[in-house]
């Protein structure tokens, strides 16, 4: 079975920087890559989410973002 990655995109419409203090799932079969550690005022970053299955069927998982 064949990796497949997304791109996500964290917006932040304030003035201030936003502190991202971890991104995580809740299913070790999706890894988080090229999380950032803060993302300017109005202004966006992207993260990498990359699902690895392991058997035929559904899976899920809640990716979290913790910030400031």
Not at 21 to 35: C, L, Q
């Amino acid at each position: 079975n064949a990796s497949f990655t997304r791109t996500f995109t964290i917006q932040n419409t304030a003035a201030a920087p936003l502190a991202i203090g971890s991104i995580s799932s809740s299913n070790v079969r999706f890894v988080v890559s090229g999380a950032p550690t803060t993302v300017a005022g109005n202004s966006s970053a992207t993260f990498n989410v990359t699902f690895t299955p392991t058997v035929v069927g559904v899976q899920n998982a809640t990716i979290t973002i913790n910030n400031d």
